[in-house]
């Protein structure tokens, strides 16, 4: 099918940015406003072409640039990566060997976590101590 006629579903494509930014309907409805809910955004989603002021205003919750929705072409983006990548293409890239230690990757992962807990319970520990004065007062 010749691309320069082949129209864009522009409604498929707010689907799409959607999907590739874990978010669901009832998030986006919730960003868009108290007129929106998940069977309007279901419904949005199956449109050819969506209002530019609407679109605008999508794309804004979602982050992305309006042309980006109007213009994505998952065919066109699936035949691009399906033509650059082959005869084991990929692997000649400079970064292909890894020179790293995952056991120390894990160590890291394990240090931060341990970290992280520990804010978190210095957190829950000032949260007691403001309740405790909180009942003294009473």
């Known amino acids: 099918m010749d691309t320069s006629t082949k129209t864009i579903h522009e409604g498929r494509n707010v689907k799409r940015f959607r999907e590739m930014l874990g978010i669901k ?14 069977k309007k955004i279901s419904l949005l989603e199956a449109k050819e072409s969506i209002e530019p002021p609407i679109l605008e205003d ?23 990566i399906g033509n650059s990548f082959h005869d084991e293409a990929a692997a000649y890239n400079e970064n292909y060997k890894c020179n790293f230690n995952p056991l120390d990757k894990y160590i890291e992962a394990i240090e931060e976590n341990k970290k992280l807990y520990e804010r978190l319970l ?3 520990r000032e949260k007691v101590t403001l309740l405790e004065k909180l009942l003294e007062k009473k």
């Open 122 to 124: 210095q957190t829950e």
């Open 58 to 80: 999508v794309a804004k919750a979602l982050k992305v640039p309006v042309d980006a929705i109007k213009n994505f072409d998952e065919e066109a983006a699936i035949n691009i």
């Open 25 to 38: 309907q009832e998030a986006l409805a919730s960003a868009l406003g108290e007129d929106w809910n998940q």
